[in-house]
């Protein structure tokens, strides 16, 4: 079975970005997984304060079991991120090797 690429295409509000780069500098730090090959972040060129998370796994069964070993500070990062963003503007694709 092939890789699995995870992304998140979100945008960030305006008078947040500066607590946005800080919070993507740390889980940038910090996140990690065994299968777990690659973890980027990406401004999206045409859009203004929208940015794009690119998750990328070994298989299928390592994008599964992602969420299974929960990361308190991980976590915390992530709800925090949620407050920064412009409610109703995550998109959410899933992409399977093949």
Do not use: C
Not at 33 to 56: F, G, I, M
Not at 68 to 94: A, F, H, Q, W
Request: a negative charge; hydrophobic letters at 35%.
């Amino acid at each position: 079975m092939g890789k699995v690429v995870f992304s998140i295409r979100y945008e960030v509000l305006e008078d947040k970005l500066e607590d946005y780069f800080d919070v993507i500098r740390e889980l940038k730090n910090i996140i990690s997984a065994e299968e777990l090959e690659d973890y980027k972040v990406y401004k999206v060129r045409s859009k203004k304060n929208q940015y794009a998370e690119l998750y990328t796994f070994a298989s299928q069964e390592a994008f599964d079991n992602f969420d299974d070993n929960p990361d308190e500070r991980v976590d915390i990062l992530m709800n925090k991120l949620s407050d920064l963003l412009k409610p109703g503007s995550s998109e959410y694709l899933t992409l399977n090797e093949i």
